[in-house]
């Protein structure tokens, strides 16, 4: 492929270059294709010979919406195609990021950084600011995931029975198929369980002893992101086996570099939206500069 005559080599889809720099202009429309190029293959998945949906895969991977018309199964092969290319176009763009890595993290705001945390497994280190960071937010997945089931919620309850008083176990196991009851115990410990969170997340402003502002610490939740993918590209290289260093790389390593991309993505879409409406102003003001000078110079 390297060797490849550039006008061959055009004719097809390519995945990001991951030897590249950090290029706005590159990375929006490549993650955009390869994101519009998922959604196809779904719909595939769910209607294997939808034309409409083989044509935008052969306009996509060949430059060529036809490219699939003359085969008796086009939908087995777009599909084929497809897989084939988001398997290396993903571990391109997961490389790329990695590269580019202080340009992505950089991008990211509080908010943003905030939400990767919470969507990604985090990993304990011999660090135990760091653990107990981790302790949280891992909690307050639990609770999430408890408010939309019963069951879990009082799962949640049990397991922290130990911590509190034995005349409230007592209750708790008298009351145990009571759910409004367990409800209203779970509210008790996932407020508290909030406050703690709030508390290792945020930076607060204080005025004469009360809280006038919290903003997300974004520095202390970078620190743990970068530590725990560092844990993990830990495990990475103690790891001996190759197939189970792929695996790591695969299932524990690229999410933590694709989620970044697909964070940044939204914000770097704007940015260039904005940096193409700008030129197309300035290209409109040149056009039109360029006609009444003409217009001038005719009268």
Do not use: C
């Not at 985090?122 to 995931?145: A, F, S």
């Not at 991309?261 to 704007?270: F, I, P, R």
């Amino acid at each position: 492929m390297a060797n490849q005559e550039p006008e061959l080599k055009d004719m097809y889809a390519q995945p990001i270059d991951f030897t590249n720099n950090y290029d706005r202009d590159i990375f929006v429309p490549t993650h955009n294709r390869d994101s519009k190029l998922e959604q196809k293959v779904a719909g595939l998945q769910k209607d294997s010979n939808n034309p409409s949906l083989i044509s935008d895969i052969a306009g996509i991977l060949h430059n060529n919406k036809k490219a699939y018309a003359n085969f008796v199964n086009p939908g087995v092969i777009a599909r084929k195609e497809a897989d084939s290319f988001l398997s290396e176009a993903t571990d391109a763009k997961a490389f790329y990021v990695k590269k580019n890595f202080d340009d992505f993290i950089d991008l990211v705001d509080g908010k943003q950084m905030l939400n990767l945390a919470m969507s990604l497994p985090l990993y304990k280190t011999d660090n135990e600011d760091h653990n107990r960071l981790v302790d949280v937010i891992n909690e307050m997945r639990v609770l999430e995931e408890a408010q939309k089931d019963p069951s879990k919620m009082g799962q949640y309850v049990e397991s922290k029975l130990e911590g509190i008083p034995t005349w409230l176990q007592e209750s708790l196991s008298y009351f145990s198929g009571n759910q409004e009851y367990i409800s209203s115990i779970f509210n008790q410990f996932a407020g508290f369980a909030q406050n703690k969170f709030q508390r290792e997340t945020h930076s607060f402003e204080i005025e004469n002893g009360r809280v006038k502002s919290a903003t997300v610490n974004r520095g202390r939740l970078e620190t743990a992101f970068k530590d725990s993918l560092d844990k993990i590209w830990e495990m990475h290289d103690d790891e001996t086996n190759p197939e189970d260093q792929n695996d790591i790389l695969d299932d524990f390593i690229n999410p933590y570099y694709l989620t970044l991309a697909k964070t940044v993505y939204s914000k770097e879409e704007n940015e260039l939206k904005k940096d193409r409406d700008a030129d197309a102003v300035e290209r409109e003001e040149k056009r039109y500069k360029a006609h009444v000078e003409t217009y001038q110079e005719a009268t």
